[in-house]
Every structure is written in structure tokens, then in C-alpha cells.
Nanobody
């Protein structure tokens, strides 16, 4: 069982920045793929970004490319999502998901077995 703890959400003005953190339990963190997803009110959940820890392969949704950066700290079993130039359209509950012993890196929710509870990000105009 992999435990996931997200943090870092909050309220920010448009144009501002936030960094989300996702701490995942487990001793084989290098084999994990960690993904960030978000769900805005009235919309389906969508993939935002993902990373394979050991290979450092990354994927970004087109809507966040150039604004968001995903990174990992292996010593802390933690993945970060640095979000810059935020707009009201980025307002959503952000979820972290993990897949141990992973090959896939991308937005398919079915590829991730463990999910966090979500953290709210609100961007005011």
C-alpha cells in the first residue's frame, strides 16, 4: 500500500505562483511514476503532468507547458509541481497519483493505482 500526502494548495492571484508537493511512501521510489491531475468544478478530471522518478521522463498537458514544472527529490520521496503564471482556468482540486514499478508516463488515470485526497488551488482574477 502506497500512502500519498499532498500539500501546497491555496489561494493565489492571477499571475502568481504555487508549488504543490506530493510525498509518497515506499522503498522503491525510483521505480515510481507520479502524476498530477486536476478537476475543476463541473469538469472531468484531467492529467496535468507526470514524471518517472528513475528515468526522469516527464509529460505535460499542453495547457500547462511552459508554466508548470514537475520535479522530484528522491531523498524525500517527494514530487513537486511548480506552477507559475497561474490563471483562473487553473482553479481546481489537484490530485497526486502514484504507480510503483511503472513504465508509463502520461495522463491515463487507469495507469495509476494510488491516489491522494486532493488539494484545492484557487486562482482569483
Amino acid at each position: 500500500e502506497v500512502q500519498i500526502v499532498e500539500s501546497g494548495g491555496g489561494l493565489v492571484q492571477a499571475g502568481g505562483s504555487l508549488t504543490l508537493s506530493c510525498a509518497a511512501s515506499g522503498s522503491t521510489f525510483d521505480d515510481y511514476t507520479i502524476g498530477w491531475f486536476r478537476q475543476a468544478p463541473g469538469k472531468e478530471r484531467e492529467g496535468v503532468s507526470s514524471i518517472h522518478i528513475g528515468r526522469d521522463d516527464t509529460w505535460y498537458a499542453n495547457s500547462v507547458k511552459g508554466r508548470f514544472t514537475i520535479s522530484s527529490d528522491r531523498a524525500k520521496n517527494t514530487v513537486y509541481l511548480q506552477m507559475n503564471s497561474l490563471t483562473p482556468e487553473d482553479t481546481a482540486v489537484y490530485y497526486c497519483a502514484a504507480e510503483p514499478s511503472a513504465i508509463y508516463v502520461g495522463p491515463d488515470e487507469n495507469e495509476y493505482s494510488y491516489w491522494g485526497q486532493g488539494t484545492q488551488v484557487t486562482v482569483s482574477s
